[in-house]
C-alpha cells in the first residue's frame, strides 16, 4: 500500500511540475510567440506587402491607439473588473476636443482640457458608481459606455466636427526623426505605466487588490481608492486616444471608437492579463496590441471583410481566457 501511495504521490508531482512548466512557458514566452508566428505567417501570405517598410510602419500606428487604450483597460481588469466604455470616452473626449479648438481654444490647451482632463473626469465618474453601488465594473461600464456615447452624440448633432488648427495635426499626428508621433505617444504612455506597475507603491496594491481583494482589505489597502485610481487611469488613456484620433483622421466623428473596447481587451487578454485579476504586464499588453494590429494589417491586405475580423477577435478573446485558464498559476 505504502509503495502504491508514494507512487501516486510521485506522479501526482510529476503531473503538477509539467503542468507548472507549461503555465510558466506560456505566461513568459506565449504572446511573443504568437505574434512571431503571426508575422511569419503573414509574410508567407503576402511576402510582396506585408514586410515592405511602409506597411510594417502603418502596423505600428494603426496599433497606437488600441495600445493606448488596451494599457488603460489592462488595469481594470488587472483588479478583475472591465472597463467597457473606452470606445465611448474616446469619442467623447475626441469631440470635445475638436469642438473646443473650433471655439478658438489653442490646440494645445484643448488637448489638456478636453482630452486628458475630461478623460480623466470620465473614468472617475465610473470608479465612484463602482464603488458607490458596489455593483461590478461590467454593469457600470455598460451603462456609461451608452450614456458617454449619447452625450456625443447630442453634443455633436451627430455630425463631424474638423476645420480646427491645421498645427494640431501636424504635431500630434505627424511625424518625428521619422517615426510616427503616434506610435511615440503610445511608447511614452505604455512606458511610463509599465514604470507605475512595477516599481510604485500604488502598482503594487493595485495587484495585491487584483489577487486577493479581502486579504488587500486586511493589510491596510485603501480598495474604493486604488479602485477609483484605475478607472481614472483608464479614461485617461481613452482620453489620450481619443485626442490622437481626432489629429489622425482631421476630424471628429460622433461614432468614432465604435467595437474599440472588443479590441482594446482582447490586446490586454491575449497579452497575458488574467481575466481573474491580479496578473499580466504592460509589456504584455503592448504585445497582445500589436497582434491585434498584424491581424488586422493581413486581413485587410487580403481584402478579408471587417465582419471576419469580428469572428478573429472574438474568438481569441476565447482562446487565451482558457489558456489563462488551463495553464495559469494558481491563486
Known amino acids: 500500500m505504502t509503495t502504491q501511495a508514494n507512487a501516486a504521490t510521485l506522479t501526482a508531482g510529476t503531473e503538477q511540475k509539467a503542468k507548472l512548466g507549461l503555465g510558466s512557458l506560456w505566461q513568459k514566452y506565449g504572446t511573443l ?5 503571426l508575422v511569419v505567417i503573414s509574410s508567407a501570405l503576402s511576402p510582396q506587402f506585408f514586410l515592405t517598410r511602409d506597411n510594417l510602419v502603418q502596423v505600428l500606428l494603426q496599433s497606437s491607439v488600441m495600445i493606448l487604450l ?3 483597460v489592462f488595469f481594470t481588469i488587472l483588479i478583475a473588473g472591465i472597463d467597457l466604455s473606452v470606445g465611448s470616452m474616446l469619442a467623447l473626449t475626441g469631440m470635445v476636443s475638436a469642438q473646443l479648438m473650433v471655439a478658438g481654444m489653442p490646440f ?9 482632463l475630461l478623460g480623466a473626469m470620465l473614468g472617475a465618474i ?11 465594473p461590467f454593469i457600470i461600464t455598460l451603462g456609461t459606455m451608452a450614456i458617454y456615447r449619447g452625450v456625443t452624440l447630442i453634443i455633436s448633432d451627430a455630425r ?8 494640431f495635426s501636424d504635431i500630434v499626428a505627424g511625424r518625428l526623426l521619422g517615426i510616427p508621433v503616434p506610435v511615440l505617444i503610445a511608447v511614452a504612455v505604455s512606458g511610463f505605466l509599465y514604470f507605475l506597475a512595477r ?12 489577487g486577493n481583494a479581502q486579504a488587500a482589505w486586511f493589510s491596510g489597502i485603501n480598495i474604493k481608492l486604488h479602485t477609483l485610481m484605475v478607472f481614472i487611469i483608464s479614461g485617461v488613456c481613452a482620453g489620450v486616444a481619443g485626442v490622437v484620433t481626432v489629429a489622425r483622421t482631421g476630424a471628429a466623428e460622433p461614432n468614432a471608437g465604435t467595437g474599440f473596447e472588443t479590441f482594446a481587451i482582447a490586446s490586454a487578454i491575449i497579452g497575458g492579463t488574467s481575466f481573474f485579476g491580479g496578473r499580466g504586464a504592460v509589456t504584455g499588453v503592448v504585445v497582445g496590441g500589436l497582434i491585434i494590429g498584424v491581424i488586422n494589417n493581413i ?19 476565447i482562446g487565451a481566457v482558457t489558456a489563462d485558464k488551463l495553464f495559469g498559476r494558481k491563486k
Open 33 to 37: 510567440g504568437i505574434l512571431i508566428l
Open 70 to 72: 488596451a494599457c488603460g
Open 108 to 116: 494645445w490647451l484643448a488637448i489638456l482640457l478636453g482630452g486628458v
Open 126 to 136: 465610473n470608479g465612484v458608481l463602482v464603488n458607490v453601488t458596489q455593483l461590478h
Open 160 to 167: 463631424s466636427v474638423f476645420g480646427f488648427d491645421p498645427r
Open 199 to 210: 516599481f510604485t507603491k500604488l502598482g503594487r496594491n493595485i495587484y495585491a487588490l487584483g
Open 299 to 317: 486581413l485587410n491586405i487580403m481584402n478579408v471583410q471587417s465582419y471576419y475580423q469580428q469572428i478573429v477577435m472574438g474568438a481569441l478573446i
